[in-house]
């Protein structure tokens, strides 16, 4: 018996297959909207932009703590977090999370 049939037979083994599969649907899911979060507008000749990072709630301690990883957090402001320094290359990551809406380049204060 292959054990591929034996995983298909056992209620254990049907239910680990089908939670594994419902996290690879939920990571493909995260990777295809990532994208579409990120706003046109980010200069492309630039190494590393700085961002605003909107999310649907205001954020907590939590969520700075994540985007500190990426680049140096400036600030919050309502439910967008400031997020300076970001090089190109982590633009996907940051906007991969569930809970991030929107990432735009930071307006420049004037």
Known sequence: MS??????RSTRGRL?????????????WLGAVAPGKIAAGLNP??????LLVTLPFPPERFHVIVFQKYGRVSGTQDNSIEVRGVRKADLHAVARPYWVTRVEPLPTGG
């Not at 054990?3 to 298909?8: G, S, T």
């Open 3 to 8: 054990i591929a049939r034996a995983v298909m």
């Open 16 to 28: 680990a297959l089908g939670a594994l599969l419902c996290y690879l649907a939920w990571q493909g």
């Open 45 to 50: 000749d630039a190494e590393k932009v700085n």
